[in-house]
């Protein structure tokens, strides 16, 4: 029963979020304020699936410039907690058939995120360019799972480089975003569903790395990445354990 409820609502929610969402971005399309603003709306969520999201942002965080900020990739619960951390002026990249989902794909075009074709690398190619000219031309940042796919439990996948080429050639930060294990962790019909902590890191200087090479790059983030995310989980048991959430 709680299961159903929780679905239900969430829909109700969401295509709410959806259309109220798109009639707003009508007034400004595709201003990369948006995405932040109802990506927070649907962070607002977690709390109907019984999951606390604790935030951890580093002090510098509001002063941040032009960055990539990039983040584990684990399930469709990103919504609900990641979610909840992205920043004004940043829009994510996401695949193109996103476009297609009811509802939402409209919402998440006319928010300013950037679909890209992941199948054609020509295309891959002109979205690196593209986001270096946006770069260029405006106070924006952009958001990327450089997975590129979710993890499913599957713990931190290989990178892809596209981000790091990306961060390179137009001279930003890489940010590293960490989310805590919350695959196999939500469970429809449980009331409680424990901590999901989610830490932005401080931003990788990519021009410490102009000399070496794009993957020695994505091989660093992914290792600071995975040390944290291992600290995070072991963190989250703990505090589950003792109660202390």
Known sequence: MLALFRIVTVVIYSILVCVVGCIWCLFSPRHPNHVARFGHMFGRLSPLFGVKVELRLPPEAASFP??????????NYDMITAANIVQPNTVTVGKKSLLWIPFFGLLYWLTGNLLIDRNNRTKAHGTIELIVEQFKKKTISFWMFPEGTRSRGRGLLPFKTGA????????????????????????????????????????VDTS???????????THCRELMSARLDALNAEVAQRETNGNV
């Open 66 to 75: 032009n960055a990539i900020y990039i983040a584990n990739h684990q399930n």
């Open 208 to 218: 410490a790395f102009e000399k070496e090479s794009v993957r020695k790059l994505a």
């Open 164 to 203: 790091f080429h990306a961060a390179v050639a137009a001279g930003v930060p890489i940010i590293p975003v960490v989310v805590s294990n919350t695959h196999d962790k939500i469970k429809l019909n449980r009331r409680n569903n424990g901590l999901v902590i989610v830490e932005m890191m401080p931003a």
